[in-house]
C-alpha cells in the first residue's frame, strides 16, 4: 500500500474504530473541534496520568484553574495584544483565510478562485462577557464583562503565584503542572486533527531564581544524553545536551535539563526516536512572551515535522506584567535580594501526541493471505489491556470466560469481553485497536485452569495459569 | 465555638491549605469563579478516579467531547429558548439580580436599598463566536458562527449517539459518562463556592429501551437498601427503594436503581449518610427535558440542604430533539420495532461535592490545652497519603527521611516530605490537611529500620518495620 494510503488508513481507523470523532457530525461538523471517542478518550487518560507521574516525581505539584477568565489576565500576558493572525477575505465567495505562506493578497482563492483581499487582523482568543449580556450600562462595566477562554493554561498559575510560592513555604525553586483546555479561534482550520480550536493542554511552568538560572542540581544526569537538534540559526545535528548547553546555544541547564526530560517522556509514551527533534525557534517566529524557545518536532507521515511540545524560557514576562498591572507585588526575597523569579516551560500538546501515537503505533503487515492492520502502542498506554473470548460460542465456555473477564476487572485492569464471530475475527479487531493481550478460553480451561495469551506483536501464543494472568498483563 | 464560626473556618481552611483559591484575586476576583489549589487538585483528581472506576465496573465507557458547540446543539437541546432567569436592576446602583426568593421587583435592592426594575429574561450560556468575529457577512452566517460554551457536558454524548450505538455493537441498554468543565453564566452569583459559572460536571448517560425500561437487571441488588427520600408531593421518610418503585413514586427501575448507586457512591468518598437524602422534583421545578428527576441533597451547615447529584429520567427528549433539528436518525432496532431510547441520567456537581466532603469532614477539637483542627476525610480521598518526618533536624535522620519518602514516592503513592518546625507543628499541618499518617524517622530507625506511624483520628503511634510500610498505607 503507498504512503497516501497509509496515512488516510491511520485517521479512517481512529474514526472507526472509536479513538477521534469529528464533532457535531450530525449537524455537519465544525472546523477545529473533535470529540474523543471511548478508545480515544483511554488513551488520552493513560498518556495524561503518566505526564501527572512524571512531572509529579519532580516533586512539582499540580493546580486547576478556571478555563474563562477576565480580560485583565489577557491584558497582562499580552495575548490581547499580540495574539492574533491577519486575514484575507475572499472578494467573491466570502470566505476568510490565514495569511501564511500560501494565502495572501494578490493569490487565488482556494475555495473559488475569486481575489483576495486584505481583511485585518483577527484575535485567536474565543471572547465571551462574564455576567449580565445585554444591555450594558456604559463602556467601563463592558470592559469589565469581558471575558476570554484561555489560549494557554500558564496565565491561571502565573495569577496564583503568590499562593503557590507560599504554599512552597517562601522557597525557589518550584514547579507547578496544570493539565486542561485551552482555545485557539483560528480563522480556518479547515478539516483537521493538527490545528484544533479546542485542545488539551499539559504545562509545567518552574519558578527559578534567575541568578541562579543556569545551575540545575540534577543537569549531571541529562547531560550526557543525544539529541538530535537544530539551532535557530544552525542545521540539524545529534549533539549531546551538555554541549549545546555549554556552547550557548541552549542558554542554560534549567531549559536543557527539562529540553532532555521532555524527549524522556515521549520516548517513554512510545514515540520513536528517529522521530523526534528539537527545533529552536527563530528570533521572529518566538511568542511574544519568550526569551527562548525550542518545540519538540514529531515527524509526521502526513504533515511533515510539527510541533508537539514547546519548551520556553518565558523569563520575568509574566509575573513582571501581572505584578504591573495589578500592583501586586511578584518578588520573592532570595539569597541576596528581592527577585522576579523566571519561568521555565515545557508544554505539551496532547491532541497532537495522541495524533503522533496513532500514526506511529500504525502498522499495516501480510500475515498469510491477509491483511493485518496493527497499533502497535506500548503495553503501558494501550487504551484495553487484555480482551477475554470464548474460544467458542458455548454456554460454559462463555460463563468461564466471563468469570475471568470479572476478576480482571475488579483488579482494575481495563478489559473487554468478545464472543462474537470467528476468534480471527476477534483478534484482528483488538490488533486495531491495539490490546497487547487476547486470553482465549477453551476446554482445556475447564479442566485445569489455564487459557492461551496471545501476545499482539509476536502473535505467539502461550499458556498460563489463570491465577498468573494478573503478572502477565502488568 | 458556635456553629457560624466553625462554618467560616472551613472555608478559611480551605484557602489557607490550597484547597480552593478564588480565582484571579490578584484583580479583584470575580464571582463565580473558583481555582483548585496543590491539595484541591489532588482531592478532586481521587473523586474523579474512584467515579471513573464506580460507572465503569457498571460496564459504561467513557468519552469526552468538546466544551464549546454550535448554535445548533442547543437549539436542539432546548436550552437556547429554556436555559434562562428572569432579572431585575437597581434603579439607583445599575446592579442586576436574578429573580428568585427574595429579591423581586417590589423588594430594595439588597445592595444600595434602591428601587428594582423588571431587567427581562438572561439566557445563562456564555455566548461567543466560532471563527472569524467581526464584520460578519450576513445575518445567516452570523447565526452559523454562533458558538456556547456547555451548560451540561451530556449533549456531546446525544450528538454522538449513533457511533455509541455502533461501538456497543447495535445493542442496548448501554452507558457513557463524561467529566468534564460545564458553564452557567449566573446573573449574580455573589461570592460562593457553591453557585459558580465553571464547574466540573461527571455524568453518565444511559440507554434504555423504554418497553424494557421499568426492569433492571440487577434491581435486586439494591432494592432492600433504605434512602431518606422527599417525594414531590409528599413528606420526608426513610423508605426501602423497592418500596419507592413499587408505589410508583419513582417511576421505574432503572431511575431506582440509579438512585441507590449515586448513594452509595457519595457514601464511599465519605459523605455521612445523615447528611443525604433524595428529594424529587415538583413539576414546575423541573428542567424543560425531564420527566421525572431527583436530587441527592447534602445537609450544609452553611447552606441548609443543597443539591449535589441530580438524577433524571430524560425520557427520549433530546435524541428525539436531535433527531428533528439534524434530519438524522436516532432510533434503535429493538426487540420488536424501532424504538428511540430513553435516557437515565445520574449527573454529579464534582465542586459541591468537594465542598460537601470538606464541609463534613472538617472537625475542632480540644487536645490537651490546645485546639485540633483535622480533616477526617477517608484514606481513599485524602490527598496526601501519608508525611514523612525526621524527628530531629539532624543530617543522618533527615537522609534516612528522605529515603523513605523517596520509596513510598516510587512506590506510586502521595508523599510529602516535612523537617520544618517541631514535631507537633508538623502534624498539626498533616492533620489540617486530612493527611491520614505521619512517618517520624527516629534514631532506633538507624538501628533497626522501624518508624512510628502515627494515625491521623486515633493519634495512636506504633512501631512498623520500613519494609511493611507500604501495607498500613494501603
Known sequence: MD??????????LARRRGFLWQAFEIYGGAAGFYDYGPLGALLKRRIEDKWRDFYRRE???????????????????????????????????????????????????????????????????FQTRIGVSKGERDE?????????????????????????????????????????????????????????????????????????????????????RTLRMVPGDGEEEEKSVGEVVSSGIIANEYLGYHIARVNEFLESIGIPRAKIRFRQHHRDEM????????????????????????????????????????????????ESAKIIPHVIEPSYGIDRIIYALLESAFYEEQVGTENRRVLRFKREIAPIQAAVFPLLNRDELKLKAREVFQMLRDASFIVEYDDSGSIGRRYRRQDEIGTPYCITIDYETLDNDTVTVRERDTMKQVRVPIGKLEEVLV
Chains 1, 2 share one sequence.
Open 59 to 125: 516533586g512539582f505539584f499540580e493546580i486547576e484553574t478556571t478555563t474563562v477568565a477576565p480580560r485583565e489576565i489577557f491584558e497582562a500576558s499580552g495575548h490581547l495584544e499580540s495574539f492574533a493572525d491577519q486575514a484575507v477575505v475572499c472578494t467573491h465567495c466570502k470566505s476568510f483565510f490565514r495569511v501564511g505562506e500560501n494565502v495572501r493578497v494578490g493569490v487565488n482563492c482556494p475555495e473559488c478562485g475569486g481575489e483576495l483581499e486584505a481583511a485585518g487582523e483577527f484575535n485567536l482568543m
Open 3 to 12: 504512503k497516501e494510503g497509509r496515512k488516510d488508513e491511520t485517521v479512517e
Open 287 to 334: 511568542a511574544h512572551y519568550a526569551q527562548d524557545c525550542w518545540d519538540a518536532e514529531f515527524l509526521s507521515d502526513r504533515y511533515g515535522w510539527m510541533e508537539i511540545v514547546g519548551v520556553a524560557d518565558r523569563g520575568d514576562y509574566d509575573l513582571s506584567s501581572h505584578a504591573s498591572l495589578s500592583s501586586v507585588d511578584m518578588s520573592v526575597h532570595a
Open 140 to 224: 467601563r462595566a463592558g470592559k469589565k464583562s469581558e471575558g476570554y477562554l484561555r489560549p494557554e493554561t500558564a496565565q491561571g498559575i502565573f495569577a496564583n503565584f503568590q499562593r503557590l510560592l507560599r504554599f512552597n513555604r517562601d522557597k525557589l525553586p518550584f514547579g507547578v503542572m496544570q493539565i486542561g483546555k485551552a482555545y485557539r479561534n483560528e480563522i480556518s482550520p479547515r478539516q483537521s486533527l493538527i490545528r484544533l480550536r479546542e485542545f488539551t493542554l499539559a504545562e509545567v511552568e518552574v519558578f527559578v531564581d534567575p541568578d541562579e538560572k543556569k545551575k540545575h542540581p540534577r543537569f549531571e544526569d541529562v547531560k550526557g
